[in-house]
């Protein structure tokens, strides 16, 4: 089964920036798959915050992201980024990274979940 690794993450302050890896096992699954950027803070439920289609044509984002977060990813590579600008305390949580069903339609994750890497904003 594919596996996927996050990096990236640390502690900064409101309005900091980061950029968020993620890399997969696998790379013809990678490269045929949509992929997303999901986060989970604590008490909360995981959510979906960006995605991407396989060619990297297409993205997604939750509106709580939308004009601060970008998604890209080089299918060379086999590595999905997130960049985070503008940074909240809301957006501390742990973020992960999955491949996702190809739909529009609130697509659920396919894949095992990584280990994370954690995300922590503030003052």
């Known amino acids: 089964q594919v596996q996927f690794v996050e990096s990236g993450g640390g502690s900064v302050q409101p309005g900091g920036s980061l950029r968020l890896s993620c890399v997969a096992s696998?790379?013809?699954?990678?490269?045929?798959?949509?992929m997303g950027w999901f986060r989970q803070a604590p008490g909360e439920q995981r959510e979906l915050v960006a995605r991407?289609?396989?060619?990297?044509?297409?993205?997604h984002f939750h509106d709580s992201v939308k004009g601060r977060f970008t998604i890209f990813r080089d299918n060379a590579k086999n590595t999905m980024y997130l960049r985070m600008n503008n940074l909240r305390p809301e957006d501390t949580a742990v973020y992960y990274c999955?491949?996702?069903?190809?739909?529009?339609?609130?697509?659920?994750?396919?894949?095992?979940w990584g280990q994370g890497t954690q995300v922590a904003v503030s003052s």
């Open positions: 991407i289609s396989s060619g990297g044509y297409r993205t």
């Open positions: 696998d790379g013809d699954f990678f490269r045929g798959t949509y």
């Open positions: 999955n491949a996702i069903e190809p739909t529009d339609q609130d697509p659920a994750p396919l894949g095992a």
